[in-house]
């Protein structure tokens, strides 16, 4: 099972500008991935379009937020980045001609069919605000000098 490296980096870019006082650019975002700042002003557009963004053009602008984190599920960033396949189906294309190969599909895409959903069930169920809050934990408990939990 391969996650969608695009949703992932969303959520990144997203989660960077929670609690952020004004825009942050593509090349400050492009620092956190890391990766290069085109690749952050394309998710940067689509979630703009999406209106999950709000962007500012030219000498101190940058992209925010367009609503309050709590307001954005990770479900609303999955559609705004053109909802990718989550699941990598693994299934057989070639001897579609074989009885047990056609099977063997239809079971395996029942299953990434339902998993698809439940994930889908459980984006719509978490917030950027939820997102946030874990990571205050977690940044409250590096500064204390508590291990990370495996």
């Not at 299953?111 to 946030?132: C, I």
């Amino acid at each position: 099972m391969k996650s969608s490296n695009q949703f992932s980096d969303a959520l990144h870019v997203m989660a960077h500008l929670v609690g952020q006082d004004g825009p942050r650019t593509s090349e400050q975002l492009a620092t956190c991935l890391p990766t290069h700042p085109v690749v952050i002003r394309r998710l940067l557009s689509a979630l703009h379009k999406g209106g999950l963004v709000t962007t500012v053009r030219g000498h101190g602008g940058g992209s925010q937020l367009a609503r309050a984190p709590a307001q954005i599920t990770l479900h609303d960033v999955y559609v705004a980045i053109g909802a990718p396949p989550l699941l990598h189906t693994g299934a057989r294309e070639t001897g579609r001609g074989c009885p047990v190969q056609r099977v063997v599909n239809e079971a395996l895409d029942d299953s990434y069919r339902q998993a698809q959903a439940l994930l889908e069930a459980r984006l719509r169920d978490t917030t950027l605000a939820t997102l946030g809050e874990a990571f205050a934990r977690h940044l409250a408990h590096h500064a204390a000098g508590v291990p990370h939990e495996v």
